[in-house]
Antibody
Framework: QVQLQQSGPGLVKPSQTLSLTCAIS??????????WNWIRQSPSRGLEWLGR?????????DYAVSLRRRISINTDTAKNQFSLQLNSVTPEDTAIYYC??????????WGQGTLVTVSS | DIVMTQSPVSLAVSLGERATINCKSS????????????LAWYQQKPGQPPKLLIY???TRESGVPDRFSGSGSETDFTLTISSLQAEDVALYYC?????????FGPGTKVDIK
């Protein structure tokens, strides 16, 4: 059974960097069949896919075009986790952030969610 | 980007009756190379993350009751709950994973009449 445990601050100041981590148990971040995603949910935007990373003999990342200049998804194979960094946040980035494991593209397993509020 | 739309926005169904949710994509999500539709359905209850119900448009995820079924192809899809139970009250989302950015529908709220 795969479990994803999210951690990170729930309050970030405008213009600063949002950082969240997703620790994986029951699978490995360097799996050749899974992809590791970040998704957020807000009343104004609904469910919004932010990006993913996956390993298929080498590492790949894909990002939502609208966030490409501000987002970074990284992996830590020693700790079996992946992380999200979103720079220069504004109140519009306030949302519940989820990490999710995808198999054949669909999101099979989800983290518990982290409400991140951008406010001074 | 592929835009996903859903109808209705909400519906109320009597216990034991059928609930039907529609989803439409702005482009086909069917891959001719493997004849699979890259379409998933999720259920979300308050305070919880979405839960995968259906993938490949009609394949039920392990452990999902067989009253949930998915159908459709290319751009038009349906999620059917054949006999609504109290625990099915939730929001339901469709999602395409045929190409990035992966996109979700706006959701359909299902309630008991």
């Amino acid at each position: 059974q795969v479990q994803l445990q999210q951690s990170g601050p729930g309050l970030v100041k405008p213009s600063q960097t949002l950082s969240l981590t997703c620790a994986i148990s029951g699978d490995t971040v360097s799996s050749n069949s899974a992809a590791w995603n970040w998704i957020r949910q807000s009343p104004s935007r609904g469910l919004e896919w932010l990006g993913r990373t996956y390993y298929r003999s080498k590492w790949y990342t894909d990002y939502a075009v609208s966030l490409r200049r501000r987002i970074s998804i990284n992996t830590d194979t020693a700790k079996n986790q992946f992380s999200l960094q979103l720079n220069s946040v504004t109140p519009e980035d306030t949302a519940i952030y989820y990490c999710a494991r995808a198999l054949v593209g669909a999101f099979v397993d989800w983290g518990q969610g982290t409400l991140v509020t951008v406010s001074s | 980007d592929i835009v996903m739309t859903q109808s209705p926005v909400s519906l109320a169904v009597s216990l034991g009756e059928r609930a039907t949710i529609n989803c439409k994509s702005s482009q086909s999500v069917l891959y001719n190379s493997n004849n699979k539709d890259y379409l998933a359905w999720y259920q979300q209850k308050p305070g919880q993350p979405p839960k995968l119900l259906i993938y490949w448009a009609s394949t039920r995820e392990s452990g999902v009751p067989d009253r949930f079924s998915g159908s459709g192809s290319e751009t038009d899809f349906t999620l059917t709950i054949s006999s609504l139970q109290a625990e099915d009250v939730a929001l339901y989302y469709c999602q395409q994973y045929s190409r990035t950015p992966f996109t979700f529908g706006p959701g359909t709220k299902v309630d008991i009449k």
